[in-house]
Nanobody, 120 residues
Framework: QVQLVESGGGLVQAGGSLRLSCARSGSTVVITTMGWYRQAPGKQRELVAVITSGGSTNYADSVKGRFTISRDNAKNTAYLQMNSLKPEDTAVYYC??????????????WGQGTQVTVSS
């Protein structure tokens, strides 16, 4: 099994910054992508940012220029630097890894989520 543990969420005023971390442990897997998703109350879970094994990144239009995704392979950790936060960024943020174990199909792994609340 693969375990993902997020940290770094919290309460911040609009215009502030937070840095989320996602630490991966457990079974050895070959990672295709690592990403961050978020889900606000009453809304569907949406992609925030993703980074491929080759280092390419992609962002939701709503966070472009404000959020930066990165990864440290040596530490098995992914990060989401969030700047210029807005109240509409308030959500539970989930770490995602799309990966496969040798002999198994590629699948999604999810963390438990971390709450980010941005006050106006």
């Amino acid at each position: 099994q693969v375990q993902l543990v997020e940290s770094g969420g919290g309460l911040v005023q609009a215009g502030g910054s937070l840095r989320l971390s996602c630490a991966r442990s457990g079974s050895t897997v070959v990672i295709t992508t690592m990403g961050w998703y978020r889900q606000a109350p009453g809304k569907q879970r949406e992609l925030v940012a993703v980074i491929t094994s080759g280092g390419s990144t992609n962002y939701a239009d709503s966070v472009k220029g404000r959020f930066t995704i990165s990864r440290d392979n040596a530490k098995n950790t992914a990060y989401l630097q969030m700047n210029s936060l807005k109240p509409e960024d308030t959500a539970v943020y989930y770490c995602n890894v799309y990966a496969y174990r040798l002999g198994y199909s590629t699948r999604d792994y999810w963390g438990q989520g971390t709450q980010v609340t941005v006050s106006s």
